[in-house]
């Protein structure tokens, strides 16, 4: 006899940080990370994947409208309308994790990203 099971799982990351916000999305979807903190035009963003040395990726300049050409997911990030917001288009599971807004003097936002998916597993008897 054979079955097979499917729930919905989450797959995330939470490194000993507040999280502001909670984004849930699916794998190839586009997920809206939100930067409440920031009072102007293009903050500081930080990312997946975590560094050697523990910490996030920086995407870009405080204040600076390009992506570093260098990240290995750079043409899937954008901004969006309101230019404080960060657009992640075509989700992959590596994307899960924390992510931050830096604005200077006043603080860091800090969303989580999980990935929503389908597990499956067979058994056979």
């Not at 999305?25 to 809206?32: L, Q």
């Not at 996030?56 to 570093?68: A, E, H």
């Not at 290995?72 to 960060?86: C, E, F, I, K, V």
């Amino acid at each position: 006899m054979a079955f097979l099971l499917n729930w919905p799982v989450s797959v995330s990351v939470v490194l000993g940080q507040t999280v502001n916000k909670t984004v849930n999305v699916e794998i190839n979807t586009e997920a809206v990370l939100p930067c409440s903190t920031a009072t102007y035009d293009y903050p500081w963003w930080f990312g997946q994947p975590i560094t050697a040395g523990g910490g996030l990726t920086p995407y870009n300049f405080d204040r600076g409208f390009s992506f570093f050409t260098s990240l290995t997911n750079h043409a899937r990030l954008s901004w969006a309308a309101n230019n404080r917001d960060l657009v992640l288009s075509n989700v992959l599971r590596e994307d899960a994790g924390r992510y931050q807004c830096a604005v200077n003097g006043v603080g860091t936002w800090t969303v989580q990203l999980n990935i929503i998916g389908i597990v499956s597993f067979m058994s056979f008897g």
